[in-house]
Each structure stands twice: as C-alpha cells, then as structure tokens.
C-alpha cells in the first residue's frame, strides 16, 4: 500500500483523482443504464447486465478499497486539524466518507449480484408491462425486497431496513415522519376531492384530440426551450416510463413517452422532465467529476420537476406562454382554445388510475398507494403475490376506482423493477417542498407569475439556481429548505396551497 499522502497539496491531489475515477465509472454506468431504458434492443439486458455488474464491481472496489480508506481517513482529519480550509474541499470530504461508509457495509459479490438483477428484473418489467402480465414479473418482487432488506441491515443493523431505505433516498426521512406527513395531507385531499366530485368538470374534448408523433416531437423540444433547457447541454429520448438523468454538468438527459390521442402527457412529462434535467445543468461547475456533483435528494429533484410542471406549468399565468406552443404545432385543435379554457382543462381533478397522469390534487394519494405496499412487504405483512390485490383494495380506498389490468395497477411503474423501495415518498415530499418554495421566492421579490406569463421564466431560474440548484449534494435537503425559506419542512404549506387553488377552480 502507498504511503499516506504527505502534504496538503498531495492529499487533495490524490482526493480529486480518487473522485474522478469515481466519477467516470459511475458516468459509464449511468449511460449504460440510460440505453437500456431507452433504445437497447431487448435480448442485449444480458450483456448489459454483466457489464454493468463488472463495472459495479469495480466502482465498489475502487470505493472502499484500502488507499480510498487511507485517504477519506486522512482528509478528515486534516479537515479537523485545519490543515484543509478550503470549504469545498471538505464537503467533498464529508460526502465521499458518508458514500464509502454505506458502501463499505455492502460486500462486492452483493453489489455485483443486485446490479445484475435489477438489470434483469428492469427487463423483464418492460415486457410484462406491455402485455399486463403479472405473473412473470411477480417473482422478481420477492427477490428484490430479500436484496434490498439485506443491504439495510448491513448499512444499519439496528435501524427498521425500511427506514435505512428512505434514508438513502432523502436524508434524514423516517417512516414515522412521512406518516405524520400523509396524515396531515390526507387530512386535506380527501375532503376536497370528494367536494370536487359533486361538481361539474370542464369540457375539454381538445384534450383527447390526435395530435401525430412527429408534430408532438417536434413541440417537446420548444417545450424544453420554453422552461429554460441550455439545449446544448440537453438530449431527448423516448422511453416506456418518462425519467430523466443527469450525466454531467454539460449532459442532461429528458425522455418522455408519446400518445398521440393525449398530447397533454407528452407536454406535462417534458415540462416535469425537464424540471430534473435544469437542476443537473446548473450545479455548481466547480462541482464537475466531484462526489458533490448531482443532485442532493430525490425529494429536492422532484420538487424542481414539479415547480415546473404544477406551480408554474400549470398556473393561470403560464397559459398564454403555452399556448402560444401548442397552436404553432397543433393549430387545428387548439387554434380556438382560449387560455381560461386550457387553465381548466390541464387542471380538471378527478381520480384516475395511472399515477404519472395524475392532475395535482390526487397525486399524493397515489403515493400513499404505494408507500403501504412497500411497508408492507418490508414488514413480511405482504409478499409480491399479494401486491395485485392490495394494489386493488388501496385504489378502490384511495380514489374509488377499480383496477381493470396489471398494466394500470402493480405493473404502470418502473421503481420497483430498478430496486427502488423508498423512492415513492418523495414525489410527495417534492411537492410540498415545491408549495413552501412559492411564498419565500414571493418574499424575496420574485413575481413568478409576472415571469410565467411572460414566458420568460429567468427570475425563477435564478433564485432556484442561488437557493438550490448550485448547492449540488453540499447540502441535504433539510439544510436547503431552512436556508431558502426560513423554516423547515411544513406540509401546511402544500395543504394551503391545495385547497387555495382547487377551491378557486371549483368554486368550493
């Protein structure tokens, strides 16, 4: 083994090639992972599979091997001896000490393992979800909740696995706290959607109209521009589930999912994609190939996405803008659409089944769907054969519809097929943090909808750029939300911003 770096210099020398290293590996990875979403032929999932599995292998060595350990333990304590005083440097430290301390608990053949079968798995989900088959995918379910309770315990033996999973996702979040959360939403969605069910919805035949692939193509990427995408830095593709990844500062990746009898989900999923991506592309550059490079928190990204996509996207204000769009693209069916007629069909709310075409007000309830379903299965209450009637009894709770296939119940996500149990909390999470971010851009002078219905979005950009998106994963997102609001997290102001807007659309 080397010896230990000897100076100051040295040592952040041999941090930053550490980091890098790092960070291509991961790079490769992502872009596998990306093409195999996305435009990978479906007999390739083996071979990507056992490549990534080889690069898994080697990031996870690399990670927790002897000189990576030799070096976190050196740069902290030249961090608490002052010899390093350089801000960053230290988060950088902090950072890369907390990935390989989780890391360090997972041994490699496990890493290797579960990489192969969430490639597997992610596979198989694409197949059975176009053919609403269940059955061929119901016992990757079991085997990945094994895994996944596995790697929680080695990362915490004495924490609840499922706990150690919400951490990994949004730090500092427990199922205690996200239950008090549901309880105060649920306190306030469900009232209201019952109210709203006894009155008469919009028509809005417009929003079933066939608009062809190519033209909706084409509109995705003004969509991209309109939000404010550096179109440079950005790529689309076209996937079965929208996502969106951030490569690096410079690459930024949007997909959506294209139905040409409903244009409005090819334009919310750009608008709401594009959200993640404008976050990835303006982390602070100083951040590049570094362990703080990235977003912080998957609630702290979709609270982006969905800023962009409800609070401005769908917003009185942002009509004009947007149909300014629609009709250079589209102007056969929405030629004669005024802007209060839009406004009122992008927010019609109404239980539906598929939770990503969801309006804004039942959202959270499909959430909830499936955060008891992933409690669960982790407290063995559940196996994957039970998920489709559970699936059935929560809809029928939740939004009092029935199920009619697999690929509109347990199947229409593709989280658990990634291995990503205690993702889902923080899509509801994002949105409260999205509500509590209007009043404090408000108090610091930002008129959002001035920007919103200019179509010039760049007051907004620049308070989120100062506020969040600069940060990278310097701060977590409970340091993020004091600094940019005041105060922490609060669902009261999500439950407000709810019954404010919807009470005004409805006329409650």
Known sequence: MEAPSSTPDQLTSDLRALERELWTQEYLM???????????PEKGAAARGEALGYLAAKNHALLTGERAQELVRAGEAAVERGDITDAQLADEIRVLARDQREAQAIPEEDEVAFTRLVCEADAVWHKAKNASDWESFEPYIDRLVAAIKRRA????????PYDVMLDQYERGLTAAQFDAFCTEVRGTVVPLVAEIGERPQPEAAFLNAHVPEGVQRSLSYDLMRLVGLDMEASALAFTEHPFSEGF??????????IFEDNLMSNVYSVIHEAGHAIYEQNVDPAYACTRLEGGTSLGIHESQSRLFENTIGRSRAFMGPLLRVLRAHAPEVYGQVSEDELYRAVNIAQPSLIRTEADELTYPLHIMIRYEI????FSGEARACDIPRRWADLTRHYLGLEVPDHARGALQDTHWSGG???????????????????????????????????????????????????????????????????????????????????????GL
């Open 30 to 40: 992502k872009i596998s992972e990306f093409d195999g979403a996305t435009v990978a």
């Open 153 to 160: 315990e080695l990362i915490d033996p004495d924490r609840d």
């Open 248 to 257: 690096a500062s410079g690459d930024a990746r949007v997909t959506t999912h």
């Open 374 to 377: 992933e409690r669960e299965l």
């Open 420 to 506: 990503s149990f205690g993702y889902f909390p923080t899509y509801a999470l994002g949105s409260a943090y999205d509500a509590q971010f209007l009043p404090a851009l408000e108090r610091d002078g930002v008129d959002v909808d001035a920007a919103a219905a200019s179509g010039d979005l760049a007051p907004v950009r620049a308070w989120l750029c100062e506020k969040i998106w600069r940060h990278g994963r310097a701060k977590d997102a409970p340091e993020l939300i004091q600094a940019a609001c005041g105060a922490p997290l609060d669902a009261g102001f999500y439950c407000d911003y709810l019954k404010r807007k919807f009470g005004e659309l409805y």
